[in-house]
């Protein structure tokens, strides 16, 4: 089982950037499939940006070209910037990671997982 820690997040206005930490313990996650869903109170939570094993990135078309995700498998961490910040961002951000092998990696397959963090608040005041 993965244990995802959240940090980062906080109040922005319109404009702003900010930028959230996912720390992974106790499996190693360097092979895992790992991503950033918002959820916001009544509606679905929605994927924001995931990485693979091997870096590739994707990518929401809300998220595209505003935020960047990363990892660093040696700090077992994986980073979201998120830049040029709208309300519509506004949201409770969770961390998953999901064992994908080698059937790729997507927000189908992270939103099935069981190992998810306890998720931070962003906030974007317009």
């Known amino acids: 089982q993965v244990h995802l820690v959240e940090s980062g997040g906080g109040s922005v206005q319109t404009g702003g950037s900010l930028s959230l930490s996912c720390t992974t313990s106790g499996s190693d996650t360097r092979k895992y499939c790992i991503g950033w869903f918002r959820q916001v109170p009544g509606k679905n939570r929605d994927g924001v940006a995931l990485?693979?094993?091997?870096?590739?990135?994707g990518y929401t078309e809300s998220t595209t070209g505003r935020f960047s995700i990363s990892r660093d498998n040696a700090k077992n961490s994986i980073n979201l910037q998120m830049n040029n910040l709208k309300p519509d961002d506004t949201g409770t951000y969770i961390c998953v990671a999901v064992d994908t092998g080698v059937h790729g990696c997507d927000f189908v397959k992270l939103g099935f997982s069981k190992d998810w963090g306890q998720g931070l608040q962003v906030t974007v005041s317009s």
């Open positions: 990485i693979d094993s091997r870096g590739t990135r």
